[in-house]
């Protein structure tokens, strides 16, 4: 390890009761009921063990995930002071393993006001992850429409979540290379205000609406960034040929998208390959590998913002709140790619989209096309 690179801690928490077996795998069988009232009372653990992010430079870093073991409806339901005590008590125990930078992962940085929260009360710099979130989902969106063949300047594209914290910086991203963007949130005078402000700085077409599925029947591409804990895009909205990137964890894409609709390609906007040789260690089973649910070497780009910032000495509160800035976007995006970091390739429902997938979705598209023209 290079002599002075500060270490970092994560906070993680599962996203379904799959993902508890995952975490604990005593989890798995039990009834959900009897898991989520385990959850309610189970304290923050230190999960993982981080090893092997090693910069091209030789600069090394090294950290832990820790859990707030809630789920995402108990985080957005339960007393905000005790959902925010518990991701707190997770970086305290990151904090006991001397890491000197916290990330919040998935929920813990939706909850409430974004991190900033937690920040002013964190005994070391909180950030969010969400610029090189920004970053790689925007990347990944662009890069969906190249393989689909799909002209951004000649499409009209459509970002779920467009008033939050990853969403708003999309739709500044998105618009400079698009026809048209619609912005779509459920919470109508927000997002009415937030269109307002941004659309004269638009440099394309822009419009709004509440009607997820109306937006999405339009559009040929589509990003989703939503705090739902349920499927907000659904098989038969989606256009033949369409792209849907989704930055969105838990997912927002139904997975009868992917029984349902060949003709689709859907992406998960939000994984980076990790620079070294990372090892992520059960922290309670030593020699074995926690299952990260993701490809060897790669990690969210949450995670990865938060190692980024550790390699390059930048302990400070980066990413926090909604409103974005997107040169701090780019400016974690130069960091991370100095840093080694790349982003994966494309995985669609826990698989990986070779070229092959790709061509399928291709000839599914234009098939369901002729079958539409006749
Ligand atoms: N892949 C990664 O590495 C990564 C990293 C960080 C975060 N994330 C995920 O990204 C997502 C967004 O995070 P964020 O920090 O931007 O959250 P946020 O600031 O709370 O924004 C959420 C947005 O979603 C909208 N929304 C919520 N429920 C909706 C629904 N049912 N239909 C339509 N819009 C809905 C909200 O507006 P209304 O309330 O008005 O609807 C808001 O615009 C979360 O799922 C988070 O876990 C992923």
Redesign the pocket.
């Known amino acids: 390890m290079s002599a002075n690179t500060p270490k970092f801690c994560f906070v993680v928490h599962p996203l379904s009761l799959d993902d508890v077996a995952r975490y604990e795998p005593g989890a798995k069988g039990k009834g959900a009921p009897i898991v989520r009232k385990i959850m309610e009372w189970m304290p923050p653990w230190n999960a993982v063990h981080v090893t092997g992010v090693r910069t091209p430079d030789g600069r090394e870093t090294e950290g832990w995930f820790v859990s707030a073991p809630l789920l995402?409806e108990q985080m957005m339901e339960f007393p905000r002071e005790e959902v925010y005590a518990r991701i707190l008590r997770a970086i305290e125990i990151g904090v006991e393993m001397g890491a000197e930078i916290a990330g919040l992962?998935?929920?813990t940085?939706?909850v409430g006001d974004?991190g900033v929260t937690i920040a002013e009360r964190s005994p070391i710099p909180v950030t969010?992850?969400?610029s090189l979130?920004i970053a790689?989902?925007v990347q990944s969106f662009f890069r969906g429409a190249d393989e689909m063949g799909i002209d951004p300047a000649a499409s009209t594209a459509v970002v779920?979540?467009?008033?939050?914290?990853?969403?708003?910086a999309c739709v500044r991203l998105i618009a400079p290379r698009v026809g048209h963007v619609i912005l779509?949130?459920?919470?109508a005078t927000?997002?009415a205000k937030f269109h307002e402000q941004i659309a004269p700085e638009l440099p394309c077409e822009s419009s709004f609406t509440?009607d997820?599925s109306a937006a999405v029947r339009r559009a040929q591409l589509i990003l989703t960034?939503?705090?739902?804990t349920?499927d907000?895009i659904e098989p038969e909205d989606l256009q033949t040929g369409s792209v849907v990137c989704e930055?969105?964890?838990?997912h927002?894409v139904s997975r009868r998208v992917a029984t349902e609709r060949p003709d689709v390609l859907v992406t998960?906007?939000?994984?980076m390959v990790v620079p070294g040789a990372p090892y992520f260690e059960r922290v309670r089973e030593p020699g074995s590998e926690f299952d990260l649910n993701l490809p060897p070497r790669t990690a969210?780009?949450?995670?990865s913002e938060t190692m980024v910032l550790a390699l390059e000495n930048r302990l400070e509160p980066f990413t926090l709140g909604?409103g974005i800035d997107v040169r701090k976007v780019m400016e974690i995006d130069d960091m991370a790619k100095r840093c080694g970091f790349t982003l994966a390739g494309m995985r669609s429902f826990d698989t990986a989209v070779t070229a092959e997938r790709i061509a399928q979705i291709r000839e599914a598209a234009d098939a369901r096309r002729r079958v539409l023209a006749s």
């Open positions: 995402p992962g998935a929920f940085a939706v974004g969010t992850g969400n979130t790689a989902g779920v979540g467009a008033t939050g914290s990853i969403g708003a779509v949130a459920r919470n927000r997002l509440t997820i960034a939503t705090s739902s349920q907000v930055l969105s964890l838990p927002d998960e906007g939000g994984n969210l780009a949450c995670m909604r």
